[in-house]
T-cell receptor, first 113, second 114 residues
C-alpha cells in the first residue's frame, strides 16, 4: 500500500540553525500539507500546497517557514532560524483529490536545543 | 471560531464495552469530519469520516454520529478491544475533504482494559 515517507525520523539542531524536513508524498497525489504536534498536544495545521503554490497557511506558518516541491517527488519544509518552541513532531500529509483523504507520514521529531 | 472541542481527554473502557468520544464545533462552514487514530510514535491514520449530508456512518465496529443542528459529532467504538488503545482525534475542514487543512481536536487517550 502506498504511504507517505519522511526523513529524517529525528533531528536535533541548535537554536538559530536552519533545518529542512523532507517528505515523499504518495505518488500521483496533488495536495500536500505540513502539520506539527508539540509533545502531548493536538495536531496543528501549518500549510497546504497545491499546483506548486501555497493554498492555505496558518498563523503558525510565519516568515521563518517555507515549503518547496523541488522535483516531482519531494516536498520540503524549511525552518530558517529555529527557536526552542519549534521543537515538535512534524507530519507531512498528502491527498489525491479535493474531496479525498489526507494520509499522514510517520513524522520527523525535531528537537531544538 | 475554527476550534474543534473534544472530550473526554482520557477514557478507560473495559474490553467488550462501548467507547464514546465527543466533539463539538462552531464554524458552520465545516463540511467534512474525519476521525484519526494515532499510536505512539506514529502519524495519525484515518479511521472513519462523515459529511453533513448524513447523520450516521458505520464501518465495522466504528460509528460516527453527526448532529448538524447541535454542531456535534461523536465516535462510537463497539466491542472495544485492547488493540484499540490509542489516541483519537476528531477533525474538521471546510473543503468537503482533502483540499484544505484540517482543524484537530485536542485528542482522547483511550485505554481498553483486558
Amino acid at each position: 500500500e502506498p504511504e507517505v515517507t519522511q526523513t529524517p525520523s529525528h533531528q536535533v539542531t541548535q537554536m538559530g540553525q536552519e533545518v529542512i524536513l523532507r517528505c515523499v508524498p504518495i505518488s500521483n497525489h496533488l495536495y500536500f500539507y505540513w502539520y506539527r504536534q508539540i509533545l502531548g498536544q493536538k495536531v496543528e495545521f501549518l500549510v497546504s500546497f497545491y499546483n506548486n503554490e501555497i493554498s492555505e497557511k496558518s498563523e503558525i506558518f510565519d516568515d521563518q517557514f517555507s515549503v518547496e516541491r523541488p522535483d516531482g517527488s519531494n516536498f520540503t519544509l524549511k525552518i530558517r532560524s529555529t527557536k526552542l518552541e519549534d521543537s515538535a513532531m512534524y507530519f507531512c500529509a498528502s491527498c489525491g483529490t479535493s474531496l479525498g483523504t489526507q494520509y499522514f507520514g510517520p513524522g520527523t521529531r525535531l528537537l531544538v536545543l | 471560531q475554527q476550534q474543534v472541542k473534544q472530550s473526554p481527554q482520557s477514557l478507560i473502557v473495559q474490553k467488550g464495552g462501548i467507547s464514546i468520544i465527543n466533539c463539538a464545533y462552531e464554524n458552520t462552514a465545516f463540511d467534512y469530519f474525519p476521525w484519526y487514530q494515532q499510536f505512539p510514535g506514529k502519524g495519525p491514520a484515518l479511521l472513519i469520516a462523515i459529511r453533513p449530508d448524513v447523520s450516521e456512518k458505520k464501518e465495522g465496529r466504528f460509528t460516527i454520529s453527526f448532529n448538524k443542528s447541535a454542531k456535534q459529532f461523536s465516535l462510537h467504538i463497539m466491542d472495544s478491544q485492547p488493540g484499540d488503545s490509542a489516541t483519537y482525534f476528531c477533525a474538521a475542514s471546510t473543503s468537503g475533504g482533502g483540499a484544505d487543512g484540517l482543524t484537530f481536536g485536542k485528542g482522547t487517550h483511550l485505554i481498553i482494559q483486558p
